[in-house]
């Protein structure tokens, strides 16, 4: 009863404070829609606008994001055949465009001369624009008022494309200018012509509107609400502030213990599925014990839905074990989604889920436990040796081989959405484990593509999934591309000390592989020019990558075309036999590889049985110093700590396994 009176009041205020203006002008548009004056629908109105089927509003043709009390924001997306006069359409008497406008052109048959702050072929443009035109020339021009619509009018340019709104704050102390930008808006700056006509407890700002000398806007004084024209400015009553505060916290309440009620069901939709899967359940006591209490000291890292920790469960083996945030419904949808995904495929490079568990209002996944760390880690020279070529190219192989099973052994196919460098873990051996399908998703078996929001890493991201929503197995493949980029130049996927075409990766790796000029960006660690198969062998897998960074998904190759690929080059080492047996040998003082019964063991290393007089051996699957010993970094992934001491020796003490722990 007490909550309905609270209503009623509230509703009542809010009836109270609705703006009071001439009935000649109409200040709603549809239910959803109210604007104060002199912005309105009918004639009456200061600055009419136009009511769209009772949903949007529009200036002209032009829609309207929002009206403030000193500008307008319209909605100017990316249109490659918008002719350059339909910028007339900025232009009314009561308003005019902003100087923080930057008009993008194109089909200029000579560039106009540049007054943006941001260049217009970059990147960072590309990257937000998803329309694409045929013709790639991009000019941007600056101005205000009714002068710039005349100057793009009398350029030579045919199409006005869009336009970006920056604000730049240039921070003087700081020896640095901030740019914030919004893609795809005009800014429109408005006024009243004529001079100042303002209600009491108003003041006038006047403004200098284009062909008319004198134009004013009316504001409230601060402890005032309303229009400050017509409908005059009203104290904010304390009383009305206090009622909305105190629904706002019923509100809070009502949601909080909405919100509780979705946790506790999903929570037990989630302890159903677990028990109907193959995966073991955990108790919260032995999960307890394995993490000493989930200590700081075993805390491998924090990721964006929990916390990994090291921990030795029954078995006194290591395992990594993620622990969600608590009261986080998001991170439930993401452990089951990884405990029907991973309990569903089987395959030896991908991460395997030993087990979860759900008690104590926590969701706890355990995975097997990744000793050396991420791929991403030492790319970055973050931990370890550099890895050798051959390592690189055996790990980016295993990685393809693990997607294309996700792609093409289950029906419908899994997408796992989130492939990257830091989702690839390398065990002992080196060998790669893809991890991480909390964003996965399961295909449709009918169509080629799944619609869902984009999400994903940025540099990462598909940039068609990311246009029209449209997943598919082609995603993976465009991340997988980015991955093979990293791995040829050990080059940070995003990097804002790079110039600003080459920010992205991506679109860097792009333009250098696509102009024959792939040894400007190869890692010189590598040592790419030691002998012609490396050479060879680097370049093959950068144009491989050029192919699956192809803007249309049709353009890509399979990941099953990609793994196949891969072991190929992988493969395709002449070297003299006895050269390589030899180099063998230095290898088996160190390290050791898996083999088959269709390969020998000479001297630790594997080669494959070839005719008399081949010359043909595998490449070694193991860099020559096995990497090691590794350094402590600081690292987030959640399966990454070295554990030095056999399964024979007794567990080390809480010091020595502080030193053992590696980021």
Same mark, same amino acid.
């Given at each position: 009863?007490e ?5 009623v ?5 809010l009836?109270l404070a ?8 109409n200040?709603?548009?549809?239910t959803?829609?109210t ?8 004639e009456g109105?200061g *600055?009419?606008?136009?009511c769209?089927d009772n949903k949007?509003m529009?200036?002209?043709? #032009?829609i ?5 009390s000193d500008?307008?924001?319209l909605h100017?997306p ?5 002719k350059?006069?339909?910028?007339n359409?900025l232009?009314g ?5 902003t100087?923080r406008?930057?008009? &993008? ?5 000579k ?6 702050? #941001?260049q217009?072929?970059s ?7 998803s329309?694409s $035109?045929?013709?790639?020339g991009?000019? $941007? /021009?600056?101005?205000e ?8 009018n ?13 604000n730049s704050?240039?921070?003087k102390?700081?020896d640095?200018v901030?740019l914030?930008?919004?893609?795809e808006?005009?800014?429109l700056e408005?006024? #009243?012509?004529g001079?100042?006509?303002c209600?009491t407890d108003a003041k $006038?700002v006047?403004?200098? %509107?284009e @062909?008319v ?8 004084t601060? @402890?005032f ?10 104290r904010?009553?304390a009383?009305g502030a ?5 629904l706002?916290l019923?509100?809070y309440y009502v949601r909080?213990?909405?919100?509780s009620?979705k946790?506790k069901?999903s929570?037990?939709r ?6 109907n899967?193959?995966v073991?359940?955990?108790?919260y ?9 989930f200590s700081?000291?075993?805390k491998?890292?924090?990721?964006? /839905?929990?916390t990994?920790?090291?921990?030795? %469960?029954?078995?006194d083996?290591?395992?990594a074990i993620?622990?969600l945030r608590?009261?986080d419904t998001d991170g439930i949808?993401q452990?089951m989604?990884? #405990?029907?995904?991973l309990?569903s495929?089987s395959h030896q490079?991908? +991460?395997?889920l030993l087990?979860?568990?759900i008690e104590n =209002?926590?969701?706890?996944?355990v ?9 991403a880690?030492?790319l970055?020279?973050e ?9 690189r190219?055996? *790990?980016?192989?295993?990685t393809?081989l693990?997607?294309?099973? &996700?792609?093409?052994?289950?029906h419908p196919? *899994? ?7 830091s989702n *690839? %873990?390398?065990? +002992?051996n080196f060998n790669s484990?893809?991890?991480?399908? =909390?964003?996965s998703?399961l295909?449709m078996t009918?169509?080629?593509?799944v619609?869902t929001?984009?999400?994903g890493?940025?540099g990462?991201?598909?940039?068609q999934?990311?246009q029209n929503?449209?997943l598919?197995?082609k995603?993976?493949v ?5 991955v093979?980029v990293e791995?040829?130049?050990a080059?940070k ?7 600003a075409t080459?920010?992205n990766l991506? !679109?860097l790796?792009i ?8 040894d400007?960006?190869?890692?010189? %660690? &590598?040592?790419p020019?030691?002998?012609?198969w490396?050479?060879s ?7 491989? !990558?050029?192919?699956? &960074?192809?803007?249309?998904?049709d353009?890509r190759p399979s990941m099953?075309?990609?793994?196949q690929?891969?072991?190929q080059?992988?493969?395709?080492a002449?070297?003299p036999l006895?050269?390589?047996i030899g180099?063998a040998s230095?290898?088996?003082?160190s390290c050791?590889s898996?083999?088959? =019964?269709s390969?020998?063991?000479?001297g630790?290393?594997t080669v494959?049985?070839?005719g ?6 595998v490449?070694p699957?193991r ?9 402590e ?5 959640p399966i990454?700590?070295?554990d ?5 020796q007794?567990s080390?003490s809480?010091?020595?396994l502080l030193?053992?722990i590696?980021h």
């Amino acid at each position: 009863m007490e909550i309905t009176v609270l209503v009623v009041m509230f509703f009542t205020v809010l009836f109270l404070a609705q703006p009071r203006s001439s009935t000649c002008c109409n200040l709603h548009c549809g239910t959803n829609i109210t604007v104060q004056y002199p912005f309105g629908f009918s004639e009456g109105c200061g *600055i009419r606008l136009d009511c769209n089927d009772n949903k949007t509003m529009s200036l002209g043709k #032009i829609i309207v994001k929002s009206v403030t009390s000193d500008n307008i924001l319209l909605h100017f997306p990316a249109n490659c055949s918008r002719k350059i006069n339909e910028s007339n359409q900025l232009i009314g008497p009561n308003y005019a465009p902003t100087k923080r406008n930057n008009f &993008l052109i194109r089909r200029c048959n000579k560039p106009l001369v540049n007054k943006c702050l #941001i260049q217009a072929n970059s990147s960072l443009i590309n990257d937000h624009l998803s329309a694409s $035109c045929n013709d790639d020339g991009v000019s $941007c /021009y600056r101005g205000e008022g009714r002068s710039v619509v005349n100057e793009l009018n009398m350029s030579d340019c045919s199409v006005l494309y869009t336009s970006i709104l920056i604000n730049s704050n240039n921070n003087k102390s700081a020896d640095s200018v901030v740019l914030a930008l919004e893609f795809e808006v005009v800014e429109l700056e408005w006024g #009243i012509p004529g001079n100042c006509n303002c209600s009491t407890d108003a003041k $006038c700002v006047r403004v200098r %509107l284009e @062909g008319v000398n004198k134009g004013f806007r009316c504001q409230c004084t601060e @402890g005032f609400e309303g229009d400050g024209f017509r409908g005059g400015c009203r104290r904010v009553a304390a009383a009305g502030a206090c009622l909305i505060a105190a629904l706002a916290l019923i509100c809070y309440y009502v949601r909080r213990r909405s919100t509780s009620r979705k946790y506790k069901m999903s929570e037990n939709r989630l302890l159903g599925e677990a028990r109907n899967s193959t995966v073991p359940l955990f108790s919260y006591k032995d999960i307890e014990r394995a993490t000493n209490a989930f200590s700081e000291k075993q805390k491998l890292g924090t990721g964006a /839905y929990g916390t990994v920790y090291a921990g030795k %469960l029954h078995n006194d083996e290591w395992v990594a074990i993620k622990k969600l945030r608590h009261q986080d419904t998001d991170g439930i949808e993401q452990i089951m989604n990884e #405990i029907k995904l991973l309990s569903s495929v089987s395959h030896q490079n991908l +991460v395997r889920l030993l087990g979860c568990c759900i008690e104590n =209002g926590e969701q706890i996944l355990v995975y097997e436990f990744m000793p050396n760390g991420t791929l991403a880690q030492h790319l970055q020279r973050e931990r370890g040796h550099v890895l050798p070529w051959t390592v690189r190219l055996t *790990i980016a192989t295993e990685t393809a081989l693990a997607i294309a099973h &996700l792609h093409t052994a289950t029906h419908p196919p *899994i997408y796992h959405r989130d492939i990257k460098s830091s989702n *690839i %873990l390398l065990d +002992v051996n080196f060998n790669s484990k893809v991890a991480d399908f =909390g964003l996965s998703r399961l295909g449709m078996t009918d169509n080629s593509h799944v619609s869902t929001a984009p999400q994903g890493t940025p540099g990462y991201v598909d940039p068609q999934y990311h246009q029209n929503f449209h997943l598919s197995d082609k995603s993976d493949v465009y991340s997988f591309g980015v991955v093979l980029v990293e791995i040829v130049t050990a080059l940070k996927v995003v990097d804002f000390s790079r110039p600003a075409t080459e920010i992205n990766l991506a !679109a860097l790796a792009i333009d250098r592989i696509g102009r024959g000029r792939v040894d400007e960006i190869i890692d010189p %660690l &590598l040592e790419p020019n030691r002998d012609a198969w490396t050479l060879s062998s680097i370049h093959k897998v950068a144009e491989l !990558a050029f192919r699956c &960074l192809a803007f249309h998904r049709d353009m890509r190759p399979s990941m099953v075309e990609v793994s196949q690929e891969l072991e190929q080059i992988r493969l395709g080492a002449w070297a003299p036999l006895d050269e390589n047996i030899g180099m063998a040998s230095s290898i088996a003082s160190s390290c050791s590889s898996p083999f088959d =019964g269709s390969e020998k063991s000479q001297g630790g290393a594997t080669v494959k049985k070839l005719g008399v007089g081949s010359r043909r051996v595998v490449v070694p699957h193991r860099p020559i110093d096995c990497l090691t010993p590794m350094k402590e970094v600081s690292d987030s992934s959640p399966i990454s700590m070295r554990d030095p001491w056999s399964s024979e020796q007794s567990s080390p003490s809480t010091n020595s396994l502080l030193r053992n722990i590696v980021h």
